[in-house]
Structure formats: structure tokens, C-alpha cells
């Protein structure tokens, strides 16, 4: 990845924080107005927590890399319909489960697993430009992007969207059981040895509570033509 005169890779825009801060919407909203690829970075490590299946956190590196190595992903189309997929098979709502984000959580803080997930993330921005989505984009995987961004909200704001989305998908849940979900995976996120969730120095946060998706993204936006755009050198 080519980097430009300032030494930062000015094609990468990276949104980072926690679950449930509209980083999926976002990110999509964000390369779809750029015209760009969007990366889901946590539908990778959901992907490989399912297929990998409970436990597998405490199963041996070597098991893991010869197990997590069999996994290929690409990114087809652009902006809001990109389309991530794994063994060339497209990756749907089967991860988009309480249980699986749990697995996630758990295999992220596996070195193994981050150094396969780490590979693959960087190959797959050799592509061309593109916004990336996750808990450590702009401090691990990107340090040298030009545009960083770490989202936030409080927990039962974040509780009461789930609930939300659950339900527009005809499921129900507990509110409480949700936010305790979501404090449970900020701990296991923010506390973990290996690249624990915490916003990039140079990243500009952004507390999404009380703001709508919209004003959100032309923040983002505004901050990105304020920073002089993206090369796609």
C-alpha cells in the first residue's frame, strides 16, 4: 500500500469503537458517498468464530492457524453493496447473532487469529480504497491512515438500538440482558492484552448518543475533504 509525501496511507479511512455505535451503517454510508470498498472487519472475526465454533479460543496455535488459514476473503462491488465474502461464498445474516458476537469477542483476543484476520484485512486493502470497520483499524491494522475515526455511546443507548435492529429482524430480546451483553464484550474488548479496543491518537472521536446517523457521517465526511480527500496514488 502505497503511502503519500506525509508517510500516511491516504486511500484507508478507519472507523473504529464498540458494538452498537452505528459503525455498520456508517461505514457502509461513508464508502457508498466516496465510492470506495467498505470492509466489515467484525463480520471476519464473526465468520471465523462460527466456523471455528465454541471453544475455539482454547484450542492450540498451531490448530488454529491450519484451521483459520483455510478461510479466504474477498470483497466484491463498492460503497453500501459491497459484499464480503469467505471461500468465495457471501457472507449473510448467520453471524449476526448475540452468540456469535460473543465467539468473536473471545477468538479476538487470540494472537493466532489476529495474525490470520491481520493478513487477510491488509491484502484485502491492496484492492484500492477503502473504509474499514472494527475495534483496532486505526491502531493496529492502519496506523498510517490518513483519516481515523473512534466512535462511542453509552451502553444503554447502544442496548436500546440492538433492540431495534433485533426486532426489525422479528426477534425479540431483554433490554437488560442486551446491555449487560454489551458491557461484558466492552471489558473483554477493552481489557485484552492483544490490540484492546482503544481509540488511535490521531483519531477524531465521536460520541454517536445523541446524534442521528446522518449528522454523524457528514462529520466524517467533512473531516475527510477538511484533511484533503483520498488518493487513490
Not at 464480503?84 to 457472507?91: H, I, K, S, Y
Not at 484500492?128 to 444503554?156: I, S, W, Y
Amino acid at each position: 500500500m502505497p503511502l503519500d509525501e506525509k508517510g500516511s496511507l491516504a486511500a484507508i479511512v478507519t472507523l473504529d469503537g464498540p458494538a452498537g455505535v452505528g459503525k455498520t451503517t456508517l461505514a457502509r454510508n461513508v464508502a457508498e458517498a466516496l465510492g470506495i470498498f467498505y470492509m466489515d472487519t467484525g463480520a471476519m472475526f464473526r465468520t471465523l468464530a462460527l466456523r471455528l465454533g465454541p471453544g475455539a479460543e482454547q484450542r492450540s496455535a498451531a490448530d488454529l492457524l491450519e484451521a483459520g488459514r483455510q478461510w479466504v476473503f474477498s470483497l466484491e462491488g463498492q460503497g453500501s453493496r459491497t459484499r464480503l465474502r469467505c471461500n468465495g461464498d457471501p457472507v449473510g445474516e448467520e453471524i449476526r447473532t448475540e452468540e456469535v458476537g460473543m465467539l468473536a469477542s473471545r477468538i479476538a483476543a487470540v494472537p493466532v487469529i489476529r495474525e490470520i484476520l491481520l493478513e487477510a484485512q491488509r491484502s484485502l486493502a491492496t484492492a484500492g480504497p477503502l473504509v474499514a470497520e472494527g475495534r483496532d483499524m486505526g491502531t493496529v491494522v492502519f496506523p498510517q491512515a490518513r483519516h481515523k475515526f473512534f466512535l462511542d455511546a453509552a451502553p444503554e443507548v447502544r442496548a436500546q438500538r440492538r433492540l431495534l435492529e433485533l426486532r426489525q429482524r422479528g426477534q425479540e430480546a431483554d433490554i437488560n440482558e442486551l446491555a449487560e451483553q454489551i458491557r461484558q464484550r466492552d471489558a473483554q474488548d477493552r481489557n485484552r492484552a492483544i490490540a484492546p479496543l482503544r481509540p488511535a491518537d490521531d483519531a477524531v472521536i465521536v460520541d454517536t448518543s445523541y446524534l442521528d446517523i446522518a449528522a454523524v457521517q457528514e462529520r466524517i465526511l467533512q473531516h475527510i475533504r477538511d484533511k484533503g480527500g483520498l488518493s487513490r496514488s
